[in-house]
């Protein structure tokens, strides 16, 4: 499956973002989806997974509450709302598909990422 990220970019303390992450090549439904993000020089970190339905979501704490994770399987796209971000938000995101939640993070299939940059 290829994955093409957008929707980054510079916003302001305390404003939102919608990062989209459109799929294709194999069947979305299939495969679960989630967004990662890293920082130069850290590791790459989970940020908010969704299952194959939509129905059961995932959120590092770090955003809970402020982040949500949606998908529209007739669009082949999964979807984060960022609110309330905070410069420690800044990072490349990256959009990552899977079919299991609990082995997200070796999957082999990554968008190439999106840059945010939350200034304070």
């Known amino acids: 499956v290829q994955l093409q990220a957008c929707g980054g970019g510079l916003v302001q303390a305390g404003g939102s973002l919608r990062l989209s992450c459109a799929a294709s090549?194999?069947?979305?439904?299939?495969?679960?989806m989630g967004w990662f993000r890293q920082v130069p020089g850290k590791e790459r970190e989970f940020v908010a997974a969704?299952?194959?339905?939509?129905?059961?979501?995932y959120y590092a704490d770090s955003v809970k509450g402020r982040f949500t994770i949606s998908r529209d399987n007739a669009k082949n796209t999964v979807y984060l709302q960022m609110n309330s971000l905070k410069p420690e938000d800044t990072a490349v995101y990256c959009c990552?598909?899977?079919?299991?939640?609990?082995?997200?993070?070796?999957?082999?299939?990554w968008g190439q990422g999106t840059v945010v940059t939350v200034s304070s």
């Open positions: 990552a598909a899977n079919p299991a939640i609990a082995t997200m993070r070796k999957t082999n299939y």
């Open positions: 090549g194999r069947t979305f439904s299939n495969y679960a």
């Open positions: 969704i299952n194959w339905s939509g129905g059961s979501t």
